[in-house]
């Protein structure tokens, strides 16, 4: 998308209400904000329950986004690292492309268009 703007994504949380679902919940909708369209899926429902099959899902909580399921969960609960991976992306830090640049030997160019 132009000017820096991400797709805004569907991010389906499977929940059935336990405290480590509601922490997932709370996560989910910390990192996705404003940005990005947020769908608590309760388990205790029948249709959910057989979306979640659809998906693959054996435990809970379980993220989908964008009818991908993701792994973010670790061992012992979430995986918040992962799931802000997967919501908001790899981040770039300023200055890498000129890291880069410099590695490979090409001199530091004032505008775009003159590499």
Partial sequence: MSGGRRRRRKIEVFTAGCPCCTEAVELVEFLAGTEHDVEIRDM?????????????????????????????????????????????????RPGNRALRRRRRGRPRSTSRGAR
């Fill in 44 to 92: 205790h429902d029948p249709a959910v329950v057989a979306a979640a099959a659809g998906y693959g899902i054996r435990r809970l909580p379980a993220v989908v986004i964008d009818g991908r399921l993701t792994d973010n969960c670790a061992a012992l609960g979430l995986d918040e690292e992962t799931l802000t991976q997967a919501i908001v992306g790899p981040t770039r």
